[in-house]
């Protein structure tokens, strides 16, 4: 292929620095590309096998399309096919393929950026939708010791702690927080005060957002003294790892990182 037609595609979507991480990445291997925004809806989600092959040979998928999108797919990888979750497409002899990497793109943004691991860490992440799930299945295939989710929707908070006994819906108090992931969207949060119960400055806060930069709720952990991120680490390091799915390529999410920092000053 001469030229990549890429893309991100979610609702709303103007926010999305995915096109520039995908040109960061088309000029690392040396590809000719380009990339853009496509806003779609829930209610429009029927778009997305229109547009593939038509007006683009790989996808970006953000909210609220990432579970909508894994049925839609002809094949799947196997994260995807395990959580029914999909981040990024691509379009290959007629066929719609999807994958999930969400989650080794968080665990490969805390190893690339603070240099730390999972193993034996007991961690709480806020939520409980695609990312949220996404992120659980690689903090358990990497060996954390308890995972709680707690998030509102109760139905999607069984459907997690289902996949692991590991995995709980409650908070065990009587364990410190090594780790706390904020995954639900900021416009949906309530105002809070303090941080959570077990957590100290030994623990490390991680808002997957970054819309503010720094988030009220991130604010609060950095005033404890915690080692703190926004999520533009792990959406660099997602979308390496999933233009090295496209591309069977091995672009490392370091290299895309800065160009985050050009598009947004």
Known sequence: MTSWRLGVIGSPIGHSVSPQLHLAGLKYLGYEGTSQRLDVDQAHAYRIREVMGEQFDALSLTMPLKEIAAPMCDELDERASALGVVNSLLWREGRMLGACTDGAGFVDSLRGELGV????????????????????????????????????????????????????????????????INTTPSSSRDEQSA????????????????????????????????????????????????????????IPGSILLPSLDEALT
């Open 117 to 180: 691991g999972v193993t034996d860490m007991h961690v709480v992440v806020l939520g409980s939708g695609g990312a949220a799930r996404a992120i659980v299945d690689s903090l358990v295939r990497e060996g954390a010791s308890s995972v709680t989710v707690l998030g509102r929707n109760r139905l999607s908070v069984a459907q997690i702690v289902a996949t692991h006994p590991r995995v709980v819906d409650h908070s065990l108090i009587y364990r410190p927080v090594d780790l706390i």
């Open 195 to 250: 941080v959570m119960q077990g957590v100290s400055r030994d623990t490390i806060a991680i808002d997957i957002t970054y819309e503010p930069r720094q988030s009220p709720w991130l604010a609060l952990y950095a005033q404890l003294g915690c080692a703190h991120r926004n999520g533009l680490a792990m959406v660099a390091y997602t979308v390496a790892r999933q233009m090295n799915w496209w591309w069977n390529s091995d």
